[in-house]
């Protein structure tokens, strides 16, 4: 498995640079999230229905289509420039929803985009939850219990059976998110996933019961940088980030208002490399956070340790615009990782640092003010 990854994360470097002077074309592999994409050109998690192993699925023929503009033929429409205050947070709310995996299907930027959203026992219909995205990394898919799948690799799951929100592990085109400057399919042919964002959110809030202020997004790599994008783009309605080995890649970034932002590093990262650099172009991971603190108007004279464990510090900047927060969780010597996740990436893995628990921890914190 590792040696595919270096593989592939080596025509991913040839790809990116491509990509970033303008040449087109898919690109089959991204910077170390490992597996391989569908030749055929499609998402190899896009096949949609019941799977019993996993639990109760909703009906995955009701669509509804989605353009740039927000659901055609549809209940509920969504502004040009995505969702707002105009939607109804709690349509939702007093549909019953079985516990375990929905399937569902959606037509998004002139595409066909899957997405899966789990329910935990704890699940109350009558009362409005919290909402956590989660987007896998290049090459990944968002269910399963294989290492391609960053259900599997977030281990998120067990958090929400324990807390009660409800989990969304979206599909991306040909396993990859179009985040600004990185990845893959996506990227390359200018893939609308922001679209894709706004039809699921007017999906989700049309089935469960949601709170608006409670809206989040977390990300491993290519998901992580595209969970930086909605807070640049989406601020209106993302209450918060968990961008992990994923700092910020895309610029100009010009979020509505100061969003707060938990990051998740290792140093020792040989795929997306703590201090820049790397073939996806991103930030560093230490000016990735400065801009954050800048863009939140943060006013600390120095970032605080707020946790501490082995290989893993966690240090915060909280005097910042409207209750934002700027947290920072390294892990020394860590590699493309979920720490405290599964280990079947590249470079080393710690379990020093409870990722899921750390990202509710500090979700909970940070509702939309």
């Known amino acids: ?35 391989a994409t569908d030749a055929a050109g499609t998402n190899d998690a896009a096949t949609v229905g019941d799977d019993a192993s996993r639990g109760p699925a909703n009906d995955a023929a009701s669509t509804g289509d989605v353009g740039s503009g927000g659901l055609d033929g549809g209940t509920t429409d969504a502004p040009a420039d ?4 105009a939607l109804d947070a709690g349509s939702g709310c007093g549909t019953t929803a079985t516990t375990g995996m929905h399937d569902e299907t959606i037509t998004a930027g002139g595409m066909a985009r899957t997405f899966h959203v ?16 989660v ?19 977030s281990q998120m799951d ?31 042919s200018n893939v609308d996933d922001m679209a894709f964002f706004d039809a699921m959110l007017v999906r989700i809030e049309s089935e469960y019961c949601i709170d608006a202020k409670r809206v989040f ?29 994923g700092p910020l890649d895309i610029s100009p970034c010009t979020p509505s208002r100061p969003v707060p932002m938990l990051e998740v590093h290792g140093t020792a990262d040989p795929v997306v490399f703590y201090d820049g650099g790397s073939s996806s172009l991103a930030d560093s991971v230490p000016d990735a956070v400065a801009a954050w603190e800048q863009m939140d108007t943060c006013t600390d004279p120095a970032p605080v ?12 900047e909280t005097s910042c615009a409207q209750g934002a927060a700027v947290e920072l969780c390294v892990i020394d010597g860590g590699g493309h990782q979920w720490p405290g996740g599964k280990d079947d990436y590249l470079g080393n893995f710690s379990s020093d640092l409870d990722t899921p628990t750390t990202l509710m921890t500090f979700f909970a914190a940070h509702p939309m003010p």
């Open 135 to 153: 987007f896998h990394g290049l090459t990944e898919t968002g269910i399963g219990t294989t290492p391609l799948a960053i259900e599997y690799l």
């Open 82 to 85: 995505g969702p707002t205050a």
């Open 118 to 133: 789990y329910v935990p026992a704890k699940y109350d219909a009558s009362t409005p939850d919290t909402l956590v995205f």
């Open 158 to 188: 067990p958090v929400s059976d324990a807390q009660g929100f409800l989990l969304v592990y979206p599909d991306g085109y040909m396993n990859s998110w179009n985040a600004g400057r990185c990845c893959g399919a996506a990227l390359s």
């Open 1 to 35: 498995m590792r040696r595919t990854l270096a593989v592939l994360l080596c025509a991913e470097i040839a790809a990116a640079l491509v990509a970033a002077c303008g040449g087109g074309g898919s690109t089959a592999a991204g910077p170390g999230d490992g597996g």
């Open 217 to 245: 997004a977390a990300g491993l790599s290519n998901g992580g940088f595209f969970a930086n994008r909605l807070a640049c783009e989406r601020a209106n309605v993302v209450a918060a980030i968990g961008p992990v080995a």
């Open 305 to 316: 340790t707020v946790y501490t464990n082995g290989a893993a510090t966690c240090t915060a």
